[in-house]
């Protein structure tokens, strides 16, 4: 069975490489223990500072599907909206599945 490192920060947060979609881009993702959603910032985020300039490119997925459906989250250090949307999200290349993002 294939591992996946993960970096833990201070105890509070852990994040890791995820890769999103058809073509597998590679995405640094925070693996949020406490939460079912995954939140992804895409080319066309306007406001996306803390993705360090990564975003995914959706188009270049051949198995993307947009959901349509709005969502948010409010968190201690802000909140988060957005759209959700369904895609291969792989955790290592033998492991991927279909997933609400």
């Given amino acids: ?6 970096t833990n920060y201070i105890d509070l947060q852990y994040y890791g490489t995820l890769m999103l979609g058809s073509n597998q881009q590679a995405m640094t993702a925070l693996f949020d223990t406490g939460s079912n959603i995954c939140w992804m910032a895409t080319k066309n985020c306007t406001d996306c500072t803390n993705a360090g300039g990564i975003t995914w490119d959706y188009e270049d997925s051949t198995s993307y599907v947009n959901e349509t459906t709005e969502g948010s989250i409010s968190y201690v250090s802000g909140s988060v909206s957005g759209f959700y949307n369904k895609d291969y999200a792989c955790i290592t290349s033998t492991k991927c599945t279909s997933k609400d993002f």
């Fill in 1 to 6: 069975m294939q591992s996946t490192s993960l």
